[in-house]
């Protein structure tokens, strides 16, 4: 298969097979970042494909200062940022199903509550703001480190931390 940077080198070079190789090693990975961060299906395969589109688009000017993950990922958390604030500005909230929540064995009391839950939080994180939503969801969902997630969200280590605390302390506030 190969490292990340000998398929963007092979497709630098013109073996489209080594691109192809890095959408399927990171397209769960970037529609999973992506979800997280707009809570809608429909935005988030919108994002992954935007991400890799420009991913595609722009990979002669990835300067190697980081890994080829990080950069993936930081593309994927600008874009879905991006899209939170198109949404936003067309006053248009995601609709999603909560299927597999009904799916379980659960009771129809403890499946409504389950839901309920799952609907506080989805609000809760779409409630926070746009940078302390995207450091929790790479550090949590994402599992990336600090210093990582500095590199994507261009800043300081400690302002990523302080994203985080202010993500969760936000959460805390409104889950009780």
Wanted: aromatic fraction near 8%.
């Amino acid at each position: 298969m190969g490292s990340d940077l000998d398929l963007l080198d092979r497709f630098t070079a013109g073996d489209v097979e080594g691109f192809r190789e890095l959408v399927r090693r990171y397209q769960g990975a970037v529609y999973g970042l992506a979800y997280r961060m707009t809570g809608c299906r429909e935005d988030a395969e919108d994002v992954c494909q935007k991400t890799f589109l420009k991913v595609f688009l722009n990979c002669a000017g990835f300067e190697r200062r980081s890994s080829f993950k990080t950069w993936v990922y930081a593309i994927a958390a600008n874009t879905a940022m991006d899209r939170n604030k198109e949404r936003k500005d067309s006053k248009t909230a995601p609709l999603d199903d909560i299927a597999s929540i009904a799916s379980t064995d659960a009771g129809p009391a403890e499946v409504l509550e389950n839901a309920r839950d799952i609907t506080k939080l989805r609000r809760a994180v779409d409630g926070l703001p746009d940078r302390q939503r995207a450091a929790l969801v790479l550090k949590i969902y994402g599992a990336l480190k600090y210093e990582e997630i500095a590199e994507v969200m261009k800043c300081s280590v400690g302002t990523v931390k302080a994203h985080c605390h202010g993500a969760l302390a936000n959460l805390r506030k409104v889950m009780g």
